[in-house]
């Protein structure tokens, strides 16, 4: 599937499978054409070229109102001067549906979403995550086959975010219907998901699991884009089973590599850094608690590397170290085109 605006090309070559029941994300920064191929899904756009099926129907030419889909909005569009119950409603009455059969419906629906103590309400009168819930509640009463979130929760703060989040899961699970999600979000990705499309610049990077997508991204993009903190991602030289960075020398005998090349880009996770009493000496930089443990800031050769330890381990600026690092862990991406370079097992 392919998109383009004049010579500007939102999508390219976009093949993505969805299997009925899953729940997908489309995940990547602004502009990398996740919001553009969720509404050539819905038939808010036309694609330049390319196929869109849902089930066995192929929907190209299909208006948006027939092809048994229901969008959820960033912004809610919730209908001010209707109640919750009538914006519920407001589908069922658009497709002409006989009032005796809208009525428990609506009921239903706003059992499923813990809004029976709101249906005589504005939204005006409702906070941010009801809002939201009326929003689902709109799509779920048209009963449709796929499901369409675009950044449903960014409107909402931290908290009110993760109870949603919670919320969404356990709705997917109860009503098994095929979602796919947009958000910019990893952490909601992560979460939610049974696989995630990770795009960047118009392009599809890696469609996997969130565990295979953390554990072995695709390239250097998706390592990079992957984990909070994000993946350390340092340039140099592969040199006779060694990772070579100026001064900084790494060997690197437990990965089985692919055709290294020369120019490489060395990937470690924060948490694959151990402090203990043998290593390279290295010095903290900074420390910054947050609880239940600490991100480091190191350096080491003239190289920062961000880590992740426990909060029992206490450190200080400035505090001589000897680091470690799980090497079996360790990612190897080639210094072109950022493709992995770690043999698969």
């Known amino acids: 599937m392919r998109k383009a605006f004049g010579a500007a090309v939102a999508v390219e070559n976009l093949d993505l499978r969805i299997e ?37 129907r192929v929907v190209n030419d299909i208006a948006p109102g027939k092809r048994d889909i229901a969008m959820v909005f960033q912004s809610y569009a919730l209908y001010p001067h209707m109640t919750v119950a009538q914006n519920i409603e407001y589908p069922l009455k658009k497709r002409r549906i006989p009032n005796p059969e809208r009525g428990p419906k609506v009921a239903a629906v706003a059992k499923l979403l813990h809004l029976e103590d709101y249906l005589a309400r504005k939204p005006r009168q409702l906070s941010g995550g009801q809002q939201q819930r009326v929003a689902l509640g709109r799509a779920l009463v048209r009963d449709p086959a796929v499901f369409l979130l675009d950044e449903p929760l960014s409107n909402l703060d931290a908290k009110l975010r993760a109870h949603m989040r919670a919320e969404l899961i356990e709705l997917h699970q109860r009503i098994g219907r095929t979602m796919v999600y947009v958000t910019h979000d990893q952490l909601e990705a992560m979460t939610m998901s049974d696989r995630i499309a990770v795009l960047a610049n118009g392009r599809l990077q890696q469609l996997d699991t969130p565990a295979m997508i953390y554990r072995r991204p695709a390239n250097r993009f998706v390592a990079g884009f992957i984990g909070t903190p994000s993946m350390n991602l340092i340039k140099g030289h592969f040199e006779l089973g060694r990772f070579v960075a100026g001064d900084w020398q790494l060997p690197l005998d437990g990965l089985d590599l692919d055709e290294p090349t020369s120019e490489v880009t060395l990937g470690i996770r924060p948490e694959d850094i151990l402090i203990g009493a043998a290593g390279q000496p290295a010095r903290v ?3 910054e608690p947050t609880g239940h443990e600490a991100i480091i800031q190191f350096e080491i050769a003239g190289h920062d590397l961000t880590g992740r330890v426990g909060a029992e381990i206490t450190l200080r600026a400035g505090e001589p170290v000897a680091l470690s690092f799980r090497t079996t862990n360790l990612h190897l991406f080639a210094g072109d085109d950022g493709r992995r370079l770690n043999k698969e097992v």
């Open 20 to 56: 009925s029941g899953e729940f997908v994300s489309l995940l990547g920064p602004s502009g990398c054409g996740k919001t553009t191929s969720l509404r050539m899904l819905a038939g808010l756009e036309v694609p330049t070229s390319g196929t869109i099926r849902i089930g066995d």
């Open 285 to 287: 930089k900074l420390v």
